[in-house]
Each structure stands twice: as C-alpha cells, then as structure tokens.
C-alpha cells in the first residue's frame, strides 16, 4: 500500500503540470465555446430582426435606416432602399434626412445648456430677450413646454404672401405687428405649436451671439461626433447630393413628397441628420456624455402636468425611464427612443411616408423581439371610418383603464390616464394625440359593437364603447 501511494504521489508529480495545462486549456476551450454560443445567438438574433424588417422593406412598408444599440454596442444597423430612387442612391445609415420636428429636442437642450451657464432663467419674459415682443405673461418655461398659447404657425402660413422667403424674422414680424389673440392663458393648457421654438431660436441667438446653426454645431454636433448633419439651404437647389429625397406610395407607385422650397425658418424643424447623427444623440442622454447626469435626469422628469413632453422636449411616461419622440414632414418619419435602464436605443427614420399604424408599431416590435423574441402585431390593424358623432363616448380598455372622448368647442379630445389632449383625424380612419403620441382607429366586432384602438410605442390597447 505504502509503495502504491508513494508511487501514485510520484505520478502526480510527474504528471501535474501537464494536467494543469490540459485544465487551462479545457477551461479556454469551454470559455471559447460560450462566447462562440452568445456570438451566435447574436448573429442568429440580428439575422431574424433582419428578416422582419427586410420584409417590411418588400411590402413597400418601409425604406430607410435603422441602428438599435444596448450597453454602446450596436445590436443592428442597417440601411433599406433608395434615399433618391431617380438616381438610385443607396439609403445608408449615414444618409441625411429632413428629420422634421426632432429638431426641437436639439432646441430644447440648447436652451437648457443657457440656463445652465446661469444665461437665462425658465421663467424669465420672453420680452426681456426679444424686443417688441407683444405678449409679457409668456416665459422661456412656456415655449418649452408648449403651453404659451401663441396662435399656430399656421396662421403665418395662412397670411404670408406667395414668394417670400419664410425666415424666424418673418415669423415674428406677423407677432409683433397682428398682435394676434392668445389661445388661452399662457401655462393653462398644452397646445402644440412649432412658433414656440422658432421663437426659443431666436433666443438662442440673442443670448449667445453666435447663429443658431453654430451653436448646434459647437455645443452639441461637434462634441457627439456627428459627421452628416446640416441645417437646411433656403431653397431645395442648395441641398447636398447625399441626403434623402421624400416619397410616398400611392397606388403602388413612388411619388415624390419632399421638403418645401422657400423654407429659410429653423428652431423647430429643419435640421437634416442621418441615423448614426441621432444614434450619438440618443446614446448621449444614456451616458450623459456632454450634460452631467444629475442635472440631465431633473430635466428629463421635468413636465407639465398637460401632456407627456417634458421640458427637453421628449415624450416621457410617468412611471417609466424611457424617453422618445418623432419627426413627421412629408414622406420622412423619424423615431429616436432611448431607454435609460437597459441603456438601449433605436433609431429609425424613413424617406417613404410611413403607414400611421406602423409608426408606433416599430419600436414597440423591436423591444418586444428584444425583450422576448418574436414579433406579434405588424399586420395592417383595418380599421374603420366612423363620424365623430360615431366615436364620441366612453369606451373600456384593457386592465380596466377608460378612454373617453368628447368634443370641446369644436374639437375632439381624448381623455385618457389623467391627461386630456386634441385628438386630430388622419386619412384612412386614424386620428393622432399629439400630447401623448397616441394612435387611435376604430373597428367593429361580428356584434356591430364600436371599438377602438389606442397603439403607442409601449402598447397597443382595445376596448368596446360603454352603451349609453
């Protein structure tokens, strides 16, 4: 016994050091095959995600560029179509786009970097920055917030004479010499209203002395990294040969549904990005990458009770860290969402009209295929078109929740998880709350009973109308 255990420990000896080595490598091989498994899981992943949007791409249902990123890591980027189908010029993920109203996130946090320097205070006047400006009860904070009454853009849409150059002076000019009513008392009520922030650019201007292109350009486009960005020329002759042209599918075939010419106006649109532009945007609010987190996480949790925007300009539910918010002009549509907890974002943005049913549906498929695999409701809901007479009532929603919908002084309105906002009626039978970023249409059961549909990029909620 003594000789076997005494030859057996020689053994070991001997063979110990090989045994090690054979220990580390088997540990390496396992190691090497579990990164291999995820990498595959990975690729396998992008290459369903793939599947689904190339098939969406097919259906004529969406062309364009798409980057989802988690933890700075890019999950999927890729470029669908043509961003000029006359040329045939491939729609990367570099290609700039009119971007429409995500042009007012850009004017929002410019304006909070003011006040940061201690340059301006929310509830200032705005007569203290603008001279002549008509109206003394409006502040900084209500421009930002949507709330400052001003009569809508529209009305110098409305009046101004055929051929002019539609400049940020212009539009003041039509302020300070009409002097038009106040909707309502400045921070009553939430109206969106793209005057605001032509008028929170002119601002920017005045107090920083240097045009409203530069300061993006210095405080914000320079430091992220943005490479294809670029405010746009007044006439469309001006534009650069990469960026996107607009369309829309109408019977099957392109046609063309581009940005207006004579356009010289900024603050609140206008700002041409590419999704890798607005992939560094999004990710900058998750790293806090040129705004210190503290102060970047009071301001994105700052709202006005009257709607889901808060003061930075993004949609922001109560309960959730999730942020996101849309630019719609023509035949472009552009999502930017990030989510603060799992550090994710997604970007898409689309030169062929997007179908309305569809907006909302994109981010919330890729979240759900994230989340957990597969993708449920991109089928074309066919909805209804109904009266208002119709739709107005109460209607029970899912989880017990009630929608009602009513009409104030000639406009309808949903009232839905203690926020009322105006309800507006698309084409085709569907109607958009701006406030809330909610898309509603209606349908009927095999009982004839009136349904309606609520889809937002976090649900997509039903119910049947309550019986008088």
């Known amino acids: 016994m003594i000789v076997y255990f005494y030859g057996t420990c020689r053994l070991y000896k001997i063979l110990y050091p090989y045994w090690r080595q054979f220990l580390k490598m088997k540990k390496c091989v396992y190691i090497l095959i579990f990164l291999l ?9 992008n290459i369903n995600l793939e599947h689904y949007l190339q098939q969406l791409h097919e259906r004529d249902l969406f062309n364009g560029a798409i980057i989802v990123t988690e933890n700075d890591s890019v999950l999927f980027s890729r470029g669908f179509g043509y961003a000029d189908l006359r040329l045939q010029t491939p729609f990367d993920t570099d290609t700039p786009m009119d971007t429409g109203s995500i ?38 904070r209500h421009l930002l ?19 002019v150059l539609l400049s940020n002076s212009v539009f003041l000019e039509f302020l300070i010499n009409d002097e038009p009513k106040l ?7 939430f109206m969106y209203n793209a005057f605001n922030h032509i ?27 943005m490479d294809d960005w670029f405010l746009r020329p007044t006439r469309l002759k001006g534009f650069p040969n990469n960026r996107a042209m607009g369309y829309s599918i109408e019977k099957g075939t392109a046609q063309v549904n581009d940005s207006d010419d004579f356009e010289a106006f900024y603050g609140d649109c206008n700002l041409f990005f590419s999704a890798e532009d607005l992939s560094k945007w999004s990710r900058s609010f998750i790293s806090g990458s040129i705004y210190p987190k503290g102060k970047l996480a009071k301001e994105l949790n700052m709202k006005n009770s009257s709607s889901d925007f808060n003061i930075l300009h993004w949609y922001k539910r109560t309960d959730q860290n999730k942020y996101h ?13 990030f989510d603060m907890d799992k550090k994710r974002s997604i970007v898409h943005l689309s030169n062929v009209k997007l179908s309305y049913w569809l907006r909302p549906a994109l981010v919330r498929n890729i979240n759900h295929y994230l989340d957990i695999g597969g993708i449920h409701d991109w089928e074309h809901p066919g909805q209804l078109e109904f009266t208002d007479e119709e739709i107005i009532g109460s209607y029970r929603l899912n989880k017990d929740q009630v929608a009602r919908i009513g009409n104030h002084s000639g406009m309808l309105k949903i009232h839905k998880n203690n926020t009322s906002v105006e309800l507006f009626k698309l084409d085709s039978g569907f109607y958009y709350a701006p406030g809330v970023d909610l898309w509603v249409w209606f349908s009927k059961n095999g009982k004839a009973n009136l349904r309606i549909h609520c889809a937002s990029i976090y649900d997509l909620e039903s119910g049947f109308k309550n019986s008088d």
């Open 199 to 225: 008028l929170l650019a002119i601002i920017i201007e005045n107090i920083s002395k240097v045009s409203y292109e530069d300061f993006i350009r210095k405080e914000i486009a320079e430091p992220l990294g």
């Open 145 to 163: 917030e949507q709330t400052s009454g001003i009569v809508s853009d529209g009305y110098v849409f409305d009046n101004v004479q055929k051929g």
């Open 103 to 140: 042009t007012k996130t850009f004017t929002a946090f410019a304006m909070i970097m003011l006040v940061d320097s201690n340059k301006i205070d929310l509830n200032t006047p705005v007569q203290d920055f603008i001279q002549d400006f008509p109206y003394e009860s409006i502040t900084i």
């Open 37 to 45: 498994s995820i990498s595959c899981q990975r690729d396998k992943g």
């Open 325 to 337: 918010f849309t630019g719609d002009w023509k035949g472009f549509y552009t999502m930017v969402y």
């Open 183 to 189: 909707e309502f008392q400045p921070g009553s009520q």
